[in-house]
């Protein structure tokens, strides 16, 4: 279970695609440390988690009849943002103020499609991980898993399946270090467009539900994916799900926590992760921090 119970909440969710013509390096950096502390300084979020991922070519998740898994290259998201709003009307706050992002995605995206949820669909079941809010690598294994419905499935059949089935048999095994789920709505499509960033999915190739689940090691995630339980509740899905895409994370920079900025949202990921590692204690008094932030001295 949860070491504290999460207030309630509701999502934006963000899978994004490199732009053409830069490396995965200048994806990275300027994501984390100029687009990342220009959002974290909108109004309205509870949470701001940048998560760096990795292309998925198959091999780890398990795959069963009916539920093939997603390595097609064109699908390969190489990051996702994933903000938290403790009500529908902060969401609604930070959507209208998201417009100054639009000419920064063009900078670093070729796509950004997003997902929100209804109160009571994004729901935490475990959170042990030895860092909740990260700024890099964490210890664990964390694996971020898209899941597309079948056409022939109803939205209430698909979610019912999601949390009483997949969600109830993996949150029951002692091996999962963290499991987190959203039941996505609609794609979001009121944000303005951006210069060359796709913002509409293409048919049939949108998601309706994603979890993220992680491990102490690679013997607990094969544990896990070999467990019979887990694998009888994928296969008693095969008929609601047309397509899983895991991806595994590579890194995470943390942004807001409880409705602040952190140190990486102030001054951005790469030189938040300098000032910690040297132990530069001056640079996060208040005399600095107001210098930085509101130019007083």
Not at 166 to 177: N, P, Y
Not at 178 to 203: C, M, N, T, W
Request: aromatic share 10%; with cysteine; net charge negative.
């Amino acid at each position: 279970m949860p070491s504290t119970p999460r207030s309630p909440e509701v999502v934006f969710y963000v899978p994004l695609w490199k732009r053409d013509g830069i490396t995965l390096a200048q994806f990275d950096d300027y994501w984390r440390d100029v687009h990342g502390p220009v959002c974290a300084r909108l109004p309205g979020q509870m949470e701001y988690w940048q998560f760096h991922l990795s292309p998925y070519e198959g091999g780890l998740f398990p795959v069963v009849d009916g539920c093939p898994v997603n390595t097609l290259y064109e699908d390969q998201f190489m990051g996702v943002a994933e903000l938290t709003f403790s009500s529908v009307e902060d969401r609604a706050t930070w959507f209208q103020a998201s417009t100054i992002l639009m000419d920064d995605e063009h900078n670093i995206f070729s796509k950004a499609i997003g997902y929100t949820t209804s109160l009571g669909n994004t729901v935490t079941l475990i959170d042990n991980l030895s860092e909740p809010y990260p700024n890099g690598s964490i210890s664990e294994l964390r694996y971020h898993v898209m899941v597309r419905k079948a056409d022939s499935a109803s939205v209430d059949q698909f979610r019912t399946y999601i949390s009483d089935q997949l969600m109830a048999s993996l949150s029951s095994l002692k091996e999962v270090s963290k499991l987190r789920y959203h039941l996505f709505d609609e794609i979001d499509l009121s944000r303005p467009d951006a210069q060359g960033v796709e913002h509409v999915e293409k048919p049939g190739k949108d998601y309706h539900a994603c979890f993220e689940i992680a491990f102490a090691t690679a013997l607990d995630r094969e544990t896990v994916f070999s467990d019979p339980g887990f694998l009888a509740a994928l296969t008693s899905g095969s008929d609601l799900i047309d397509m899983i895409k895991p991806s595994e994370e590579r890194f995470t920079a943390t942004f807001v926590a409880d409705h602040k900025m952190t140190l990486a949202g102030a001054r951005g990921s790469s030189v938040s992760q300098l000032i910690t590692g040297l132990g530069a204690l001056n640079q996060i008094r208040d005399d600095i921090n107001d210098l930085m932030l509101f130019n007083k001295l």
